[in-house]
């Protein structure tokens, strides 16, 4: 518990003037106005109820997107739907995307089977504090931030709703700096090995990866891109992570603040790269500490993984 508690403490304290506002307001002084033009595309948000997801839907809605809002809750999409500017334009779509069986059926869906998407942003994340299993077997936060957007990423690739001049858009965590890329460990099988905070690094840093073995596997069409929001002030980290909202709370960043990178790389779309993860427009390392770099595994391996898992979700065979 010691141990750990002293690697948080120079973890944080290493990226405190970087992820919180601080650095935000920092980098942003130089900016130039923001005034994109969203008009006529068709933007898939998941996890778009809440948090940075809400703003990101909100923000495109606003500039002229029609926007496929993707989340659970149906009161809460009712309630996105009644703060847009343009409610015509937010098209909500109920979905468990920790149910590979529903995320799968997504592609039928009048509204996701009505046309390409030019930007898919694989938004929803949660971090679990304590361990649970999907209907399907599956490790509840494995499932929603991996596999779930996974094999929505994929089926809508496969059925030609990626448009080829569009942009996919992984939303990471700077949290992911705090592992190497793992496989089995991301799918929990024993409540009594279950550390939430772990898995949901390990789930975020494979998102990194996901971008490379897209861009490797697509040729950059569309490209895709992942980015990481810093430390924002969300009803996720309210709920997971009392201790530490309590602690930073007047530095944490809004959730427009949040939200800004995804929509700066919306409106420029640049070409794929082959490393990099963007913060605040600009893109950074993907390691910051040399055993993080350490992993028996590729982008490739995790990309069958997640495939195995996805067709035998029970059972394990």
């Given at each position: ?55 990101v ?6 500039h ?164 990481h929001?810093?430390?924002?002030d ?44 963007w ?8 390691h ?25 979700p029970?059972?394990?065979?």
């Amino acid at each position: 518990m010691l141990v750990r508690a002293l690697g948080s403490l120079l973890f944080y304290g290493r990226f405190l003037r970087s992820f919180s506002a601080l650095g935000f307001q920092r980098r942003s002084s130089d900016w130039e106005e923001f005034d994109p033009d969203f008009s006529g595309q068709r933007w898939l948000v998941t996890g778009a109820t809440g948090g940075i997801g809400r703003a990101v839907a909100l923000t495109a809605n606003r500039h002229g997107a029609t926007v496929l809002a993707l989340a659970r809750d149906t009161g809460k999409l009712d309630a996105l739907q009644h703060d847009a500017e343009h409610p015509d334009r937010i098209r909500p779509v109920p979905v468990d995307m920790a149910s590979i069986t529903d995320v799968r059926a997504l592609t039928d869906h009048p509204e996701i089977a009505a046309g390409p998407v030019d930007v898919l942003i694989n938004n929803v994340g949660v971090l679990m504090n304590d361990f649970t299993t999907t209907d399907e077997d599956l490790e509840a936060s494995f499932a929603t931030n991996l596999l779930g957007p996974f094999v929505l990423t994929e089926q809508l690739y496969d059925h030609d709703l990626l448009a080829a001049d569009g942009i996919v858009i992984n939303v990471s965590s700077g949290g992911m700096y705090g592992t190497p890329l793992k496989l089995e460990e991301m799918d929990c099988r024993d409540g009594d090995d279950y550390d939430g905070m772990a898995a949901y690094a390990m789930h975020k840093r494979a998102q990194v990866e996901l971008t490379r073995y897209w861009n490797e596997q697509w040729n950059g069409q569309p490209a895709v891109h992942v980015m990481h929001p810093g430390w924002v002030d969300t009803e996720g980290v309210k709920t997971a992570l009392p201790g530490f909202r309590t602690a930073l709370k007047t530095i944490l960043r809004d959730t427009e603040q949040g939200a800004d990178t995804i929509l700066w790389l919306a409106a420029q779309r640049p070409e794929a790269v082959e490393k990099g993860i963007w913060l605040d427009r600009e893109l950074q390392p993907e390691h910051e500490f040399g055993f993080t770099r350490k992993s028996r595994h590729d982008a490739n391996d995790l990309a069958e993984f997640l495939r195995q898992r996805a067709q035998s979700p029970k059972g394990r065979e």
